[in-house]
């Protein structure tokens, strides 16, 4: 993860983002997920859905026994007058007030103020004031965890915070530091829990604020399905062919058949779908890497660069406004037209996402409506979508030839 939202000093290496939490769900029995924005994919097939509450490794998860650094706000640009002026507007009271504009607190540089917040002042913040202070503070990059915090989905929060196995106390603290960021909840008061749990409460709300919240997805097929079209939508690549007797055998199984989505991805998905990179020194492996490598057997590593991805987009792809198919690529763009990340539709709402560049975020399937949840705040991001302009298979940045992936590609459903 990058500027980490939760474990923040100066020393600590920093995470790109951080978690976000999706709807729960029930472990290890089918579940439901909810309609995004597109819908269901006819020509796809039937799909079923088993929730995978994926744990980060421990040997990726931060060491909780270090000290973090006391909470250091940097107001970028600010002068005191206008320092001031937001501390007044803030719903404070006279004590936090006082607390939060005594010079003695304060630093000025060449572009802005340092303040050093006594810790009591930052846990006993009203929500409203907690979310005016770091949403100005989340403008600025030196605040990483407020500008990077930990998301939650706001009808998913109450679901998710039981399963941490924190305690009723424990469990309203975290409740207490909770703010809004847009549409969306937050947290990053990571240096204050510290202070105030156990290390064994500390480290089970790390671990749990770290896990990925995925889902295991598989296509059914029955007697009555359309093959032909459920080999036209996921045979693109110059896999149709391969795939074909696979599910045409499925549909003669008594009462249907099914299997798990990531048997039939591109090699490129299927050996990175629920992994992380484990290699800190390792390459940029972003979302931009990763979408436009979706149908490569080799990765192209220029695709680590978005002016690379930019030129692909622009000689090989179209833009489409109908709903999304299998191969498509979603661009997230910010205000400013500034690309935020980029994911590749699969099917029924589902994408093959890699939500941050470094080795710390695993390759995992999620509804675009949770996908959205990691860059939604504090403004909405644009979503376009892009398709290829050579469906068909033949070779493009991105998208091999059905002779490159009979000669290079190990078949998949050999390994059943």
Partial sequence: MGLMALLQAAQVSHSALAKNRTSPGTFGKPMTLARGI???????????????????????????????????????????????GLMNSCGLSQEQRDALIDPSRWEQTSNGISLTPPPQV???????????????????????????????????????????GLDPD???????????????????????????????????????????????????????????????????????????????????VRGGASINVSYILPTF???????????????????????????????????????????????????????????????LTDVAGKALHMCVYLADDVVFTKNGKDYMQPWVLMKIPDMLTYYNAP?????????SKHQGGSKRPGFESPSQISRATPDPLKEL
């Fill in 269 to 331: 998905a299927r050996l990175r779908l629920y992994t992380f990179a484990h290699d800190a020194n390792g390459p940029n492996e972003n979302c931009f890497w990763t979408a436009m490598n979706f149908f490569n057997d080799k990765p192209d590593p220029q695709f680590v660069e978005f002016k690379n991805v930019q030129r692909a987009l622009d000689a090989d792809y179209r833009r489409i406004r109908e709903t999304p198919s299998y191969g498509d690529l979603i661009l």
């Fill in 170 to 252: 424990q469990a309203a603290l975290i409740r207490k530091l909770i703010y809004k960021q847009g549409d969306v909840l937050c947290f990053c008061d990571g240096a204050i829990v510290q202070r105030l749990f156990s290390d064994v409460a500390f480290r089970r709300l790390v671990k749990a604020l770290h896990g990925e919240q995925t889902f295991l997805m598989r296509l059914a097929i029955k007697a009555d399905s359309d093959i032909n079209a459920i080999v036209r939508y996921w045979g693109k690549g110059g896999r149709a062919e391969a795939l074909r007797p696979l599910f045409e055998s499925m549909a003669k």
């Fill in 379 to 387: 403004t909405p991001a644009q979503m376009t979508v892009y398709r």
């Fill in 38 to 84: 597109y819908g269901p994919s006819p020509d796809a097939g039937l799909f079923e859905y088993t929730k995978l509450p994926l744990e980060e490794p421990n040997e990726l998860l931060p060491d909780t026994s270090r000290p973090l650094a006391a909470p250091r706000w940097f107001f970028e640009k600010y002068s005191r007058q206008q320092l001031t």
């Fill in 122 to 164: 930052v846990l006993e913040l009203s929500s409203a004031a907690r979310e005016r202070i770091y949403s100005v503070l989340a403008q600025s990059d030196a605040n990483s965890v407020q500008r990077y915090p930990f998301r939650f989905h706001p009808d998913s929060f109450e679901a998710w915070l039981p399963e941490t």
